[in-house]
T-cell receptor, first 111, second 114 residues
């Protein structure tokens, strides 16, 4: 079935550094969501994107809807220890209300 | 902020037992979903509902069943649990219209079948 590939799969960074991750698909999506999940908890919605080329911020987080509609990017500026977790992208195609989730990016921040 | 609840949070049971995982939301969302997730891995949709008395199977085959008798309630049942059912089960809901479709998740139920 469809799969969203996230990159990188995992990363270790120093506190204060900026982080970039992306999500790519072979299919065109009309909606992208970005989530953060802490261990043992449900994913928390960070940012929603609805338009190709759209750039949306939420505090230190910025996400972009790729112009090809087959990719999306998430940036975290000035990382802090509580940014640790797994970040998932999710894409939805036109006419459905279902999402396909990416493989996740595991972020670890070194103080 | 989403108000979606799942009980129990943790469940350890023996093989062959019947179990029901509860999911409720207080936002009046018409769409609800169940996902299965192994630790640290991606989420897989196993069931969804677009409204009362409407349920569909998701992309990942599951032996579980669901019902949607009330808008706010979307329970998942396993008639006879097996060790292969051990996983985390996440419930989500959304009020989607047109392109707008933000899904909000509950805290999950961690199921262990011995």
């Amino acid at each position: 079935g469809q799969q969203l590939n996230q990159s990188p799969q995992s990363m270790f960074i120093q506190e204060g550094e900026d982080v970039s991750m992306n999500c790519t698909s072979s299919s065109i999506f009309n909606t992208w969501l970005w989530y953060k999940q802490d261990p043992g908890e449900g994913p928390v919605l960070l940012i929603a994107l609805y338009k190709a080329g759209e750039l949306t911020s939420n505090g230190r987080l910025t996400a972009q809807f790729g112009i090809t509609r087959k990719d999306s990017f998430l940036n975290i500026s000035a990382s802090i220890p509580s940014d640790v977790g797994i970040y998932f992208c999710a894409g939805s195609t036109s006419g459905t209300y279902k999402y396909i989730f990416g493989t996740g990016t595991r972020l670890k921040v070194l103080a | 902020e989403a108000d979606i609840y799942q009980t129990p949070r943790y469940l350890v049971i023996g093989t062959g037992k019947k179990i029901t995982l509860e999911c409720s939301q207080t936002m009046g969302h018409d769409k609800m979903y169940w996902y299965q997730q192994d630790p640290g891995m991606e989420l897989h949709l196993i069931h969804y509902s677009y409204g009362v008395n409407s349920t569909e199977k998701g992309d990942l085959s599951s032996e579980s069943t669901v019902s949607r008798i009330r808008t706010e309630h979307f329970p998942l049942t396993l008639e006879s649990a097996r060790p292969s059912h051990t996983s985390q089960y996440l419930c989500a809901s959304s009020e989607a219209s047109g392109n707008y479709n933000e899904q909000f998740f509950g805290p999950g139920t961690r199921l262990t079948v011995l």
